[in-house]
């Protein structure tokens, strides 16, 4: 059974800065992409980011691109997510998502994403 486990959510001020982590179960974890996205309110899900499975490769939405880091640590079946620069405009669900990397389709859409995590809430306050 294939779990993944968001934490590190909470409430930031504009600016500011949290690490989310993502902690995954049940799978070859060094044999899948993972991936970020993001769901604010009355809004469809966002791509944040992907890394490959040797984390030599990384993709970002363009709202985020040089403000977040996605990272991987495959002896720990983790992936992070550095978020800095915070904006209002981050505030959603964040979800941590898998898919295999021998899987086609975009990295930015979330339908190639086999398993997903419960969601973690990231507030930014202005």
């Known amino acids: 059974q294939v779990q993944l486990v968001e934490s590190g959510g909470g409430l930031v001020q504009a600016g500011g800065s949290l690490r989310l982590s993502c902690a995954a179960s049940?799978?070859?974890?060094?044999?899948?992409?993972m991936g970020w996205f993001r769901q604010a309110p009355g809004k469809e899900r966002e791509f944040v980011a992907c890394?490959?499975?040797?984390?030599?490769?990384?993709y970002y939405g363009g709202s985020v691109k040089g403000r977040f880091t996605i990272s991987r640590d495959n002896a720990k079946n983790t992936v992070y997510l550095q978020m800095n620069t915070l904006k209002p405009e981050d505030t959603a669900v964040y979800y941590c998502?898998?898919?295999?990397?021998?899987?086609?389709?975009?990295?930015?859409?979330?339908?190639?994403?086999?398993?997903w995590g419960q969601g973690t809430q990231v507030t930014v306050s202005s």
């Open positions: 890394i490959n499975w040797g984390g030599a490769y990384t």
């Open positions: 049940g799978l070859t974890f060094s044999t899948y992409v």
């Open positions: 998502a898998a898919r295999p990397s021998s899987k086609s389709g975009s990295y930015y859409s979330p339908a190639p994403y086999d398993y």
